[in-house]
């Protein structure tokens, strides 16, 4: 027994130093470079405290993209639970062809976001794109948009095209999680008389917790940490009008403000903190009330 708790200890010792090397000692100098004035115009390295903090939070127009990434997150989260939900539900069931509409709706999600958002640039282009060409084909002319020009429903733009790659990785964790339901106290609800929504919302989705859980804490890491989506879908633009968090990361650190970007990123970093742990103790919270 105390042999293989040396040995254990073995192994243990250079994963810790590889979490420390790749992933804690980096994240450690980013907090320090964030406090400091780190840019591609100066050799010296000057620690300036909050400075760039107040920068960003004292400079109004910053608002504006801390709101697109806030709006980002909560929506897609939102619909992509929602629709991969309703998904799982409906594949859950004994229809013909389940397995090939899963892969189907699973497909997008091995896409690459680079080529999501290129190949989405043609969908919704204003004048030959296939959504306007498609209204247009079927009278509905009136519904047609400038969808990735319009400054009012760029944002909504992104958040479908998003929504339409990631629903099926939703819904798959959520057929994980439906596998798990007692089907003997499905049927037993249903001799006393249960009907489909009560068996929903009183056995079917506290069984699934676990699972609704994994995928709001993924979908809001995902939505706030986005980037490559709108990136190729928007640049950001028009204007500033669909521009996130990781896309000014990337502009000031394009432009040699690597203390800025630095500080940018440690604000994307506790928003996800503050976020997550409000999320696992509500749901923590639920279950022990349960």
Request: charged residues 10%.
């Amino acid at each position: 027994m105390y042999i293989n708790k040396i040995y254990s200890k073995k192994f243990i010792w250079p994963a810790l130093i590889i979490f420390f090397v790749l992933f804690l000692l980096p994240s450690l100098l980013g907090f320090y470079y964030s406090l400091t004035n780190w840019n591609a115009m100066s050799d010296k390295v000057k620690f300036i405290g909050l400075a760039n903090f107040k920068e960003i939070f004292g400079d109004a127009s910053n608002f504006i993209f801390i709101k697109n990434t806030l709006m980002y997150a909560f929506f897609t989260t939102i619909l992509k639970v929602t629709i991969g939900l309703a998904l799982a539900l409906m594949l859950n069931e004994g229809i013909k062809s389940k397995g090939l509409l899963r892969t189907i709706y699973f497909l997008p999600i091995i896409i690459s976001n680079l080529i999501v958002g290129l190949m989405f640039q043609q969908v919704l282009h204003p004048v030959h794109g296939i959504l306007n060409t498609g209204l247009r084909s079927i009278g509905l002319g009136g519904l047609t948009q400038a969808w990735l020009e319009n400054p009012n429903i760029v944002m909504w733009s992104t958040i479908g095209v998003e929504v339409w790659k990631s629903a099926g990785f939703v819904m798959i964790i959520f057929l994980a999680g439906l596998q798990t339901v007692s089907k003997e106290t499905l049927e037993a609800s249903e001799i006393d008389g249960a009907n489909y929504w009560n068996k929903l919302t009183k056995i079917i989705i506290p069984s699934i917790s676990p699972s609704i859980l994994i995928n709001t804490l993924l979908s809001i890491i995902s939505g706030l940490k986005v980037f490559d989506v709108i990136f190729a879908l928007t640049n950001g633009g028009p204007g500033r009008s669909s521009e996130v968090i990781n896309i000014t990361v990337f502009n000031h650190f394009s432009m040699g403000n690597y203390g800025y970007s630095t500080a940018l990123g440690v604000v994307m970093f506790i928003f996800l903190a503050i976020i997550s742990i409000g999320i696992i103790t509500l749901f923590t919270r639920k279950d022990a009330d349960s």
